[in-house]
């Protein structure tokens, strides 16, 4: 199949559900308020009662009931419920499809718990940096979903790229076509859903930081988190080799190697939290 015939069929997915094109529309201005988020929750009963159950789960981890919606926004922030419903929507259009090749609940995993980590290397260096928490929480939740993209235009091709990948002992982003990976699919799907530019900026540029002048920080932290999940286990497929990180980038956010490795496993040890945010939207 030509780039032109796999666009296509990227672009050929199912529109986003009404809540969710409302939803992207507020969020374009950073500064909506949790009423607007809010009424564009009640559009959808479904997506609202699960940011209910988000803000009630072991995620927040509040000793008390959260029965208020309004309550529930302001606690989980506009954009962790956007990209979270993003994510959601786009994991429901592609199974849809018959023919997927790939572990769709080790993708989920795979996202959150990149978005954990991404999370919480954020929450500590907000204490000495200017860091986009909620930002680089969202890119992370989103940052693969070109994988889910090629999967729909070429049933069986990641599998494949994934087993070409560990058999030359490369990581995944390596042994792809440079030309057309999963970052390009993965800005198809976004500029055909319309996704603000800062989460597809983390789509497009997650491998490749460096490259990258705006935000870079959020970004890296993005790319590093990314990794560090691999490291731990939670990639798409077994036998994946994790990328490198560079020296440059670890130099970047002033934290060694080993200290993010504590960081990340404190974020696995609590697996309520985890498995609350797997289980809502999935
Ligand atoms: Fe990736
Ligand atoms: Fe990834």
Known sequence: MDRTSILKTILNLPSPPAVLRRITEITADPHISAVQMENALRLDPVVSGKVLRLANSAYIGIPRTISSLHHAVVLL???????????????????????????????????????????????????????DEDGVFSGAVL??????????????????????ASFSKKPFYAAEDQDFNHTIAGDCIAQQWNFPSDLRNYILNHHQP?????????????HISDIITHILGYSLFKNEIPPSISDDLLARIELPLERLKVIAATVLQDHKRSEALLQVFE
């Open 143 to 164: 940052h693969d979903i070109g994988k889910l993209a090629l999967e729909v235009a070429l049933p069986g091709h990641v599998k494949e790229i994934s087993e070409k």
């Open 77 to 131: 922030g506009n954009r962790r419920i956007h990209s979270l419903i993003l994510g959601s929507a786009l994991l429901g259009a592609v199974k849809s499809f018959k023919k997927i090749t790939i572990p769709i609940n080790d993708f989920w995993r795979h996202s959150i718990i990149t978005a954990m980590i991404a999370e919480s290397i954020a929450k500590h260096l907000k204490r000495y940096m200017t860091i």
């Open 210 to 222: 460096l490259n990258e002048n705006c935000c870079s920080i959020n970004l890296t932290i993005v």
